[in-house]
């Protein structure tokens, strides 16, 4: 099967920067959409920032000019740089692939654990 296992979350002070990982593994013939999403205490999980396998970027209004999603296809790994952080940035970050495990069309969507980011002085 396949998973994703994210890395780099933690605590930061305002105004700091992290670097988020995730790695795919399995049985992957092509990767699709990668993305990050986030999850608050209460709040539902929403996108972050997503990009496709042809590099086009699609960003929540709330991070534009902030953070900057990224993907190393060799790796099947995506990444998110983190700038300019906010205390309203504290979340849960879930790591998002849609891969095809084969030539057909079907894609299968899969989910990292989750990786804590807490920005507070």
């Known amino acids: 099967q396949v998973q994703l296992v994210e890395s780099g979350g933690g605590l930061v002070q305002p105004g700091g920067s992290l670097r988020l990982s995730c790695a795919a593994s399995?049985?992957?013939?092509?990767?699709?959409?990668m993305g990050w999403y986030r999850e608050a205490p209460g709040k539902q999980r929403d996108l972050v920032a997503s990009i496709t396998s042809g590099g086009k970027t699609n960003y929540a209004d709330s991070v534009k000019g902030r953070f900057t999603v990224s993907r190393d296809d060799a790796k099947n790994t995506v990444y998110l740089q983190m700038n300019s952080l906010k205390p309203e940035d504290t979340a849960v970050y879930y790591c998002?692939?849609?891969?095809?495990?084969?030539?057909?069309?079907?894609?299968?969507?899969?989910w990292g654990q989750g990786t804590q980011v807490t920005v507070s002085s």
């Open positions: 399995g049985s992957i013939f092509s990767t699709d959409v």
């Open positions: 998002n692939a849609v891969v095809r495990l084969d030539q057909s069309t079907t894609r299968y969507m899969y």
